[in-house]
């Protein structure tokens, strides 16, 4: 019992350095593996951060560059029918000022000889009063303003007791427009009618006449109460160059067949000159 004892101990020596190896290899293990498991957490997130960052840069770029695009092309398609609506729009303008200056070429019956080309000759103007003394100086008032000429009286030629007329009496005035006055006048007195006509008031050598019932009607006159309302009858004798032929005072001769004017000629001249509508 004796010889057992010291060989326990000596045993129990080496176990005790074993054990104090492990626990030395231990406590060095759990040293490090705090520390690295401290670095971990460290690193971890530097690299989910890292990994985040570019993908919320993604999600603003992406974004950004559709709507770039989106709203970049609607702005240039906007921009182009902009400056293509008003090329297109600017040459009717610049054809509708050049027609009426323009001539219009005469009709087909007139083309190859200027002769044939109708022209007014004269427009007579016309107010028949009826009686004399403070009517026909209104209706002579109202002349000179309309035409800027001084009006010619005209006479009864028979007496007429159911109207009151007496041979000789001043019934009338007239007033003969020729030339560019003739046209004006004309413009104004179609205006008063409407621009329209019938084709009964045309006769078989191309000359017209129509009625206006009140001079109000006419474009730049007004209505004053002391010259009243008058009416007013319009007769316009169209020719063609070389009617002067019947007209001079030396070797007067006739017109040929050939040369006189027709109604249908006169009916296109007036819609030709004036856009006269005639029915």
Not at 12 to 26: F, H, I, L, R, Y
Not at 63 to 73: H, R
Not at 200 to 216: L, V
Request: glycine share 6%; aromatic share 4%.
């Amino acid at each position: 019992m004796a010889e057992e004892n010291p060989v326990a101990p000596k045993e129990t020596k080496v176990e005790a350095a074993k054990k104090v190896a492990k626990a030395q290899a231990s406590v060095t293990e759990q040293k490090a593996a705090p520390a690295k498991k401290a670095v971990e957490p460290k690193v971890a997130p530097t690299e989910t951060k890292v990994a985040e960052e570019p993908v919320a840069t993604e999600k603003k770029v992406a974004p950004k560059e559709k709507v770039t695009e989106a709203t970049a092309a609607p702005v240039k398609e906007e921009k182009v029918a902009e400056t293509e609506v008003p090329s297109v729009e600017e040459e009717p303008v610049t054809e509708k000022k050049v027609e009426p200056k323009m001539v219009k070429p005469p009709r087909k019956e007139w083309t190859g000889n200027p002769m044939l080309i109708p022209v007014i000759e004269k427009v007579t103007v016309n107010m028949s009063v009826g009686q004399s003394g403070r009517p026909l100086e209104q209706a002579e008032t109202i002349l000179k303003k309309l035409t800027d000429q001084k009006p010619s009286k005209r006479k009864a030629k028979k007496t007429v007791r159911e109207f009151g007329i007496r041979k000789g009496e001043s019934i009338a005035c007239l007033v003969t427009l020729r030339g560019e006055k003739a046209k004006a006048f004309l413009r104004k007195a179609f205006y008063a009618v409407e621009n329209k006509l019938s084709k009964y008031c045309f006769d078989r050598q191309g000359n017209f006449a129509f009625g206006i019932k009140e001079h109000i009607n006419i474009p730049g006159t007004r209505y004053s109460p002391e010259l009243g309302i008058h009416g007013m009858d319009v007769a316009v004798s169209l020719g063609r160059a070389g009617y002067r032929v019947k007209r001079r005072h030396r070797n007067k001769s006739k017109i040929g067949k050939d040369h006189l004017l027709t109604a249908k000629e006169a009916i296109l001249f007036i819609k030709d000159e004036f856009d006269v509508e005639i029915a």
